[in-house]
């Protein structure tokens, strides 16, 4: 049986980034495999949240990733704090990990900043909870974009010395998807940067919120090069890193249009900046304006979406029972 599980962040809203390197593989993905996806609330705060508006901001990703085409009746889309499973075999894992792993996470050195000492520690433990996310489904594949690859790799690691250390085949060793053209959406302002919800600027992102004008605004004022777009996709990662803002907006016209870096590149190469944000304006609009309808029109009747994440919970609370009671077992905790 193959099995998905990927998880998304509801702090602050989806960006294009989390879109295109993630959620919209996840809906073609529906068709190959049985899919779980998550809304990870107890990740989001890892980090600080205001109460009020995480509670929101879950509700919205539920809403989110039901007007991108998830289909509930076939697949589940779940909200992580709902199954308290995921938290006690993340202890369990916090057990089995080693502190030399956790260091070596790029994620954490980026988000923990200069000032690692006041990080929170779940910030630290935040890939063991990951694992456990996976592990907990037996999850056979996890679609990600490239910047969660070293956590999916940390979950195999995790799997492989449970397995080692109890004398076991109980854990698959997960395979991460990474796949399209848009793996790695970068800063509007900074082709250098990940494009991302924390980033202090707005115009560094498109958020799935954004309305037509928004959208047409932040393109314009997209970061660029004063050369005309190229007519190849970049050669080597030394000519990509020459023109980063030039290949990120061409691989996000790419990703938007279903088609490859070198299509765009034979068909846009050659012209002004200036003709290809328009032409990329309006592909954006065109491709991102039906979702944003349907997400409000979604999130407009909570009730509905509460609904839906219930039943989800479920579900998955019935898949992860059994897991959790064997992997109890097997660790020697006693049943009375
Ligand atoms: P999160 O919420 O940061 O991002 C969700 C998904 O979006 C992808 N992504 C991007 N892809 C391309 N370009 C970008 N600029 C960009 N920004 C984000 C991410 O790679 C991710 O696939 N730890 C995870 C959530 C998580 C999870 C899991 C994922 C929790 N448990 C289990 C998979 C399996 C995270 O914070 O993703």
Redesign the pocket.
Known sequence: MKRI?????PSGGF?L??Y???VKNWVALQKDYECIY?I?DL?AITQWQDPQELRANSRLGAATLMAVGIDTRKHIILLQSLVPHHAQLAWVFNCVARVGWMNRMTQFKDKAGKDRESASLGLYAYPSL?AA??LLYKATH?P?????KQ?VELTRDIAQKFNHDYKVDFFPLTEPLIYGE?????SLRDGTK???KSDASDYSRINLTDDADTIADKIKKAKTDPHPLPDAPPASDKARAARPEAYNLMGIYAALAETTIDAVAKEHGGKQFSAFKNALTELTVAKLGPVTAEMRRLNADPGAVDAVLREGAERCRTMAEPVLEEVYRIVGFLKP
Do not use: P, Y
Request: overall charge negative; charged content about 15%; aromatic content about 4%.
């Open positions: 599980f990927s998880g998304i962040q960006t980034g989390n295109l390197g993630a998550c990870v990740h990951m996310d996976i996890v990600v974009g490239e910047d969660q956590h848009a793996t790695r959406v970068m990940k494009m991302s």
